[in-house]
Nanobody, 124 residues
Framework: VQLQASGGGLVQAGGSLTLSCTAS????????TGWFRQAPGKEREFVAA????????DVAASVKGRFTIFRDSAKTTAFLQMNSLKPEDTAVYYC??????????????????WGQGTQVTVSS
């Protein structure tokens, strides 16, 4: 499974961005999708995840109420809608996928497939 993340950019604090994660060659059928981020000098951290059918989502406490994860009905793309962005949200955002019959995972070690990352920069 090859993943392509896109949608990052530079935005002012309080602004919004939507990240997309698309799988090449195959659909996300039976693949849960997660978003993680890594700021300079920090460890990669969980942001949000969605089950293969979109029924289950999990969002980190630090972004709850501001970020929403969802996928399209065709299960080819997973999205991360980011609102009310803060400077501390600045990081490289990665999407990842794991074959999973139900639910999600917040642990990056459980995701074998990763996209290349997209930079999100929030200015104050």
């Amino acid at each position: 499974v090859q993943l392509q993340a896109s949608g990052g950019g530079l935005v002012q604090a309080g602004g919004s961005l939507t990240l997309s994660c698309t799988a090449s060659a195959v659909t996300f059928n039976r693949y849960a999708t997660g978003w993680f981020r890594q700021a300079p000098g920090k460890e990669r951290e969980f942001v949000a995840a969605v089950s293969f059918n979109g029924d289950t989502t999990d969002v980190a406490a630090s972004v709850k109420g501001r970020f929403t994860i969802f996928r399209d009905s065709a299960k080819t793309t997973a999205f991360l809608q980011m609102n009310s962005l803060k400077p501390e949200d600045t990081a490289v955002y990665y999407c990842a996928a794991q074959w999973r019959l139900s639910g999600t995972s917040t642990s990056p070690s459980e995701y074998p497939y990763w996209g290349q990352g997209t930079q999100v920069t929030v200015s104050s």
